[in-house]
């Protein structure tokens, strides 16, 4: 069977761009000194913490199957969740707070994948050669120094992730407890899984994806626009005293060839982690790492201009308008985060570390014994949620002559609910109504300062 031409004039068209792979110039100067610090405070801390003890726990420990959450001398429970979506909440206001004062802060300076990933460029760099040598070994043929530098610097990453992937798990499972199980081959399942996921997870973002992270798979990127307004200071390029782009000898009068200052080396290409060309204008994909500018102010220093072709501005300065920085958003932002994140430190220090819930038996409203006493039954559910046992004391108020059947303390050991039966007791000529408020108030013998109260009915007969 003949086989059918296809039209001399088809043409194929992929819908998908095959990703190019990046090389970002290594680059020095103000902004790169500040991401570079940030990376080693940030990633001192995340491996640093599970290794520090603080009142004989790991200081940050979120340990699941007890359902407690240490964090430095603050221990939380599953009743203090409330505390995490308040802190979501902050979380947010400073969100939208930096990106309408700065843009992409968070992403330039303190996202985990850009953190990862400046690690990762360093270890290519050492051992595969600046940008220039990256691009050469990887055109070249296979051979055995190819392939050695290769294996090395996978390995090195592997070896890095693994030690990433221990130390997120060790935030969950005590991290000593953790290196002993590895060592003795008695991990449990769930921490094999998230360590081999975690780690993969932090190879395969910050050493293969990279750029694509902050580009097609971070919503920040695709929103980060609603929260700017022409006030807020972005990366950009002056088009107006760049432009016209062209090379020149140094010294070389400009203004009789019509050129601007930009000598369009491309450098600030070069350095970008994702690729982009900061003179096109504002793009998305930008992450504000400020690469860029460092890179650009170096070339300028060189070629005796003015600093600053590419800096942080405004879209009110660029248009030659007045800018305000301090303008009543950022304001109001601010007073919105400081009150609310002093609110939850404020309520987290002062929180009761007990709670004390009374059941009332609906069973019957009231019994009366031989004595013509009227009696109602209670349930009680104590919970100790300190990091110590603790002995409590019952006490009930709002009406006089109150018997309790509970006479002794009672001990609760550190986050044990406990369940307690109570009768109270009352003579009928004290009671004057036939609902009354009582109060129960539960106080540590050990800790006068721990205790808490709770708020129930007393119910009589309606005939008194």
Avoid at 52 to 74: G, S, T
Avoid at 372 to 392: E, P
Wanted: hydrophobic residues 40%; proline residues 4%; contains cysteine.
């Amino acid at each position: 069977m003949q086989q059918e031409k296809e039209p001399a004039d088809s043409v194929e068209v992929s819908l998908f761009e095959k990703r190019k792979k990046l090389y970002p110039r290594e680059v020095h100067g103000l902004f790169a000194s500040l991401r570079i610090t940030g990376v080693v405070v940030l990633l001192g801390l995340y491996y640093l913490l599970p290794w520090i003890n603080f009142d004989q726990h790991q200081i940050v420990l979120f340990d699941l199957p007890a359902r407690k959450f240490y964090i430095f001398h603050w221990v939380f429970w599953p009743q203090d969740f409330i505390y995490l979506a308040l802190l979501l909440i902050c979380g947010a206001l400073a969100l939208f707070l930096f990106t309408a004062l700065a843009g992409r802060l968070w992403c330039g300076y303190a996202c985990p994948q850009t953190v990862w990933t400046e690690v990762f460029l360093w270890i290519e760099r050492k051992v595969e050669g600046s940008r220039s040598q990256q691009m050469k070994l990887d055109k070249q043929e296979s051979n055995a120094r190819k392939i050695r530098l290769k294996v090395t610097k996978h390995s090195i990453w592997i070896i890095f992730s693994a030690i990433t992937g221990f130390t997120f798990v060790g935030y969950f499972t005590p991290i000593r407890e953790l290196a002993t199980a590895i060592g003795q081959n008695e991990l449990g399942p769930w921490e094999f899984f998230w360590l081999i996921f975690y780690s993969l997870a932090t190879y395969g973002n910050a050493g293969w994806l990279r750029e694509q992270v902050c580009m097609y798979m971070c919503p920040y990127a695709r929103f980060q626009s609603a929260m700017l307004d022409k006030n807020s200071l972005l990366i950009s390029y002056d088009a107006l005293r760049g432009e016209a782009r062209g090379s020149r000898k140094r010294g070389e009068d400009i203004k009789a060839k019509e050129l601007g200052d930009c000598i369009d080396c491309s450098l600030c290409v070069q350095v970008c982690p994702v690729g982009i060309d900061i003179r096109d204008g504002m793009q998305y994909q930008c992450i504000g790492c400020a690469a860029c500018i460092d890179v650009c102010d170096t070339v300028m220093e060189k070629v005796g201009y003015d600093k600053g072709l590419v800096k942080y501005t405004t879209e009110n300065a660029l248009e030659g308008k007045k800018s305000q920085i301090l303008r009543p958003r950022i304001i109001i932002y601010s007073l919105l985060l400081i009150s609310l994140l002093s609110g939850v430190v404020y309520s987290i220090e002062t929180r009761s570390l007990i709670t004390l819930d009374v059941i009332r038996d609906r069973n019957a409203l009231y019994r009366e014994n031989g004595e013509g006493q009227i009696s109602n039954s209670y349930t009680l559910k104590v919970l100790n949620m300190d990091v110590v046992d603790h002995v409590f004391q019952f006490t009930a108020q709002g009406l006089d002559g109150i018997e309790l059947s509970i006479q002794e303390p009672i001990a609760v050991v550190a986050g044990q609910v406990l369940e307690v039966p109570l009768v109270i007791t009352v003579d009928p000529e004290e009671i004057i109504d036939p609902t009354t408020e009582i109060t129960f108030e539960l106080k540590a013998t050990d800790d006068p300062s721990v205790h808490t109260e709770s708020d129930s009915r007393f119910i009589g007969p309606m005939d008194f």
